[in-house]
């Protein structure tokens, strides 16, 4: 048995992506893939890999100072400066990362973005939309569980740039180079973190090796 050294995540080929190296994540991912994974253990390996990942995403939140009081001594410390989040789930995967972000920040606001995928010429589609107020003053982070050829995002983003938004980052579990391409030349301002960047699309425009097709895995559909 050969052990996958860390920091071996594929060539990003100077695109503004992060894919995590971390054991965990790793771990996970793999249980995600296999097709005997049942539906409430597909919901949960998303559940806790949006959480992994939600850590890294948000590492540059600002901070300022403040004073609290310990049971021991008043001590400076650190809390969340005043900027604003929100959380937008692209319909329907991205419902199964929301709640995770919404565990590391109780209080952003929620929106939803709905778009679909046409079979015959794989566009984005879009259906429903609904944004938090104030959408323009937020930290906007914008979940999909599969970044595959793109275009649900690039549209994503450019839904919400058009509505005011300005700093936008972009959370998939399973991302291909088509779609991690797309993402930078339409919006190279928008960081990209993954767990798993993966080879390449097949003829359907699936991610391979992938995980299949996310929406159906986690509610349980065909």
Do not use: C
């Given at each position: ?24 994540v790793q771990h996970k991912v793999t249980l995600l893939r296999d097709k005997r994974t049942n539906v409430r253990d597909f919901r949960a390996l998303v559940h806790e890999i949006t959480l992994l990942m939600g850590y890294e995403a ?165």
């Amino acid at each position: 048995m050969s052990e996958r050294p860390q920091g071996d995540v594929g060539d990003t080929r100077g695109w503004n992506v992060k894919v995590l190296d971390h054991p965990l994540v790793q771990h996970k991912v793999t249980l995600l893939r296999d097709k005997r994974t049942n539906v409430r253990d597909f919901r949960a390996l998303v559940h806790e890999i949006t959480l992994l990942m939600g850590y890294e995403a948000l590492r540059d939140l600002r901070l300022v100072e403040t004073t609290v009081e310990t049971p021991l001594a008043e001590t400076t410390a650190w809390t969340l400066a005043g900027r604003k989040l929100a959380v937008v789930g692209i319909l329907r995967a991205g419902l199964s990362m929301v709640e995770a972000v919404l565990e590391l920040v109780p209080h952003a606001r929620v929106g939803h973005i709905g778009l679909y995928r046409d079979p015959v010429t794989h566009l984005p589609v879009e259906y429903y939309g609904k944004l938090p107020a104030e959408i323009g003053e937020r930290d906007v982070v914008l979940v999909d569980p599969m970044l595959a050829t793109g275009g649900s995002a690039v549209a994503a983003i450019g839904f919400l740039k058009d509505a005011g938004a300005q700093r936008i980052r972009l959370l998939s579990v399973i991302g291909a180079p088509e779609g991690v391409a797309a993402v930078h030349d339409a919006h190279p301002d928008v960081a990209i973190t993954l767990a798993a960047l993966d080879s390449h699309l097949n003829d359907h425009a699936y991610i391979v090796p992938g995980l299949g097709d996310a929406g159906d895995r986690i509610f349980g559909t065909r």
